[in-house]
């Protein structure tokens, strides 16, 4: 997944800091990132920058939620609570078995973690 941001350092760190990411390659303006886990890897692209079609250059990560699945939801939300991550979605449970919550990269990349669970009878 290839995100167009206008500070790539930012969101790289955020990433590497906060969600697990390691870098793999970079440059001027490119942050290549992977998880351990094989979660989905992202490339970080700086708006402008002209490896990008010019159709693109100006776009930004707009409208673009990353969604991941995890299996303790709780444990999740305290070690970014912990770690003073901004949580601008609060954990919310929804009646179909959903819980989520959200916070926001530097950005303004929202990231969402999901955790699925039996809804109630």
């Not at 969101?11 to 970079?26: M, N």
């Not at 886990?37 to 100006?58: K, N, S, T, Y």
């Amino acid at each position: 997944m290839s995100l167009t941001v206008d500070d790539v350092v930012a969101s790289r760190d955020f990433l590497t800091s906060h969600l697990g990411y390691a870098t793999t390659t970079e440059a001027d303006g490119f942050a290549a990132l992977r998880r351990e886990d094989e979660a989905a890897d992202l490339v970080l692209l700086r708006r402008g920058i002209e490896v990008l079609p010019e159709e693109q250059r100006d776009q930004r990560a707009a409208g673009v939620i990353l969604a991941f699945t995890v299996t303790d939801l709780d444990a999740v939300l305290a070690s970014l609570v912990e770690a003073c991550v901004p949580i601008t979605l609060p954990l919310r449970e929804e009646s179909w078995g959903e819980r989520l919550f959200q916070i926001t990269d530097p950005n303004g990349v929202v990231i969402q973690f999901v955790e699925w669970v039996t809804p109630a009878a």
